[in-house]
């Protein structure tokens, strides 16, 4: 049996966290993906691919894990929910890497826990194989995000809209410490447990923070950057649910996500989205909210409330500034400038609005400027050429935009067709799509990969795959 150096820090909170349970085994496991980089940098010990596909598949429990559903509360949509957890995950442990860093080893569709609620417990190939890509291209970005291990098929069918292909991502993070698992604890008045993991998620996650309001003004300043790099590439979570955000400030939960083509602030791209509160302008403003449910969750660990509650708004407030000072920064490299000052702002807003106007491709208008922007029908109006000249005017650093702007993302119809090929069994364009997103900033040879889909190939709505 292969040996993996586990130390299973979660698992040695009290039992209140979590429920200790394996995974449901699968009828047949396939490795169909792994990421021989990622297993580098944990350190993994070499694997056979029947090993791979048995402990990544569920199947055997390696020794030293201590297989775990955690649990969590959250808002879902704004609407508490007191209970919710690892429906269909289990934390088979930790493992530090060579430098160090802990990490969490869980696998996503790995069958029914006591959290699964009304759920099946599994995932299928396609929020799977989205999970993988889409979370390794963030990483690529240089956004912080949950990892991508492996994705094993399980040989079983998922019942959803229809019968389909049953898939287990395995997923690597720092943690899978929400706001939701803070609230949890609060909501039930269970104090102790509250302060344990508040010390945990310090210890883990932000050793500098002394006390209960660094912590929260962390993990703001975190989540207010975490959201600015998003915004910068065009990126929609979807599912901004308290439970989907981290409390180290890593993308996580990758459902029905997405990666803006054409640009227009109130795009929706998640089929349950109904009322555009996750839309990609609102972002910044549930990352507020979110912050603001954590502060609340935070409070009964104060010994006066009422000073707290003014402390803690205060902190609060300061996600807009952090928030504005990351977004200056991000979006000034985008077009060659250093941080934006108020005019930058205002020259910024002027692109933007044209390309709203336009339905100018998100990625490829920002890349057309060090390049040729005469390709981009925006700059070919009055207004896109006056402010193509404005912009030069300026004196843009072009090398600072190459490595501002990627080339490649994740394109919903790429990936669409990645999971269509898959359930089909041809894993090739995933193979390939994976490849190219792996150097986002790289042009590639074939324009597959940076052309905006054609009108009959435009994805236009995603699923949370449950
Ligand atoms: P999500 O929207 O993916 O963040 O999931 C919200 C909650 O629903 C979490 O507690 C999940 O564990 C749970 N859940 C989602 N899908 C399933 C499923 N197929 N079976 C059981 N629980 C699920
Ligand atoms: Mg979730």
Not at 25 to 45: H, S, Y
Not at 134 to 142: D, K, N, Q, T, Y
Not at 305 to 327: C, H
Not at 358 to 383: C, I, M, R, W, Y
């Amino acid at each position: 049996m292969t040996q993996i150096a586990f130390d299973n820090s979660y698992a040695r909170l009290p039992s209140a966290f979590y429920t200790k349970l394996p995974a449901t085994p699968v009828r047949e496991p396939t490795l169909r993906a792994w990421n021989a980089d990622l297993a580098e940098q944990l350190g993994l010990p070499d694997m056979d691919m029947a090993e791979r596909a048995a402990i990544f598949g569920g199947n055997d429990v390696p020794d030293g894990a201590e297989p775990l559903a955690a649990l969590y509360a959250g808002h879902q949509f704004g609407n508490w929910n007191p209970q919710l957890g690892d429906g269909r995950a289990i934390l088979l442990g930790e493992i530090l890497d060579q430098d160090g860093g802990r990490w969490d080893i869980q696998l996503k569709g790995s069958g029914p826990t006591p959290y699964s609620r009304a759920g099946d417990g599994r995932n299928w190939v396609g929020p799977a194989l989205r999970e993988y890509l889409v979370s390794e291209a963030m990483a690529a970005l240089g956004i912080p995000t949950t990892r991508a291990l492996a994705l094993v098929t399980t040989g079983e069918t998922v019942l959803r809209e229809a019968p389909l292909p049953g898939a287990i991502v395995t997923r690597v993070a720092s943690s899978h410490i929400r706001v939701g698992t803070f609230q949890v604890f609060a909501a039930r008045g269970q104090i102790d447990d509250l302060r344990t993991l508040a010390d945990h998620v310090m210890d883990r996650h932000y050793p500098t923070a002394n006390d209960i309001p660094d912590l929260l003004r962390q993990v703001v300043q975190a989540q207010a950057e975490l959201i600015a790099q998003w915004m910068s590439v065009g990126f929609i979570h979807g599912v901004m649910n308290t439970d989907n955000a981290h409390v180290a400030g890593d993308t996580i939960d990758y459902g029905p996500c997405a990666f803006m083509d054409d640009y227009h602030p109130a795009r929706v791209f998640s089929s349950i989205d109904h009322g555009g509160r996750y839309a990609y302008a609102n972002q910044p403003n549930i990352g507020a909210w979110n912050m603001a449910q954590f502060a609340t969750a935070l409070l009964p660990l104060m010994p006066d409330r009422d000073a707290a509650i003014e402390d803690f708004t205060a902190i609060v407030n300061g996600f807009a500034d952090a928030y504005q000072t990351a977004w200056r920064q991000r979006f000034g490299a985008k077009i060659g400038l250093g941080a934006l000052d108020d005019a930058g702002v205002d020259h910024l807003g002027a692109l933007l609005s044209l390309m709203t106007n336009d339905g100018a491709d998100f990625t490829n208008t920002f890349n057309s400027l060090s390049d040729d922007p005469d390709t981009q029908k925006v700059f070919q109006s009055e207004d896109g050429k006056e402010w193509l000249t404005t912009w030069r005017g300026l004196n843009p650093d072009l090398d600072k935009m190459s490595v501002a702007n990627p080339q490649v993302i994740p394109r919903n119809h790429l990936v669409e067709a990645a999971i269509q090929a898959a359930v089909s069994e041809n894993w090739s364009a995933f193979n390939d799509l994976n490849h190219v997103l792996s150097r986002p900033f790289e042009r590639p040879q074939d324009d597959t990969y940076t052309r905006p889909p054609e009108p009959d190939e435009v994805v236009h709505q995603t699923f949370c795959g449950t």
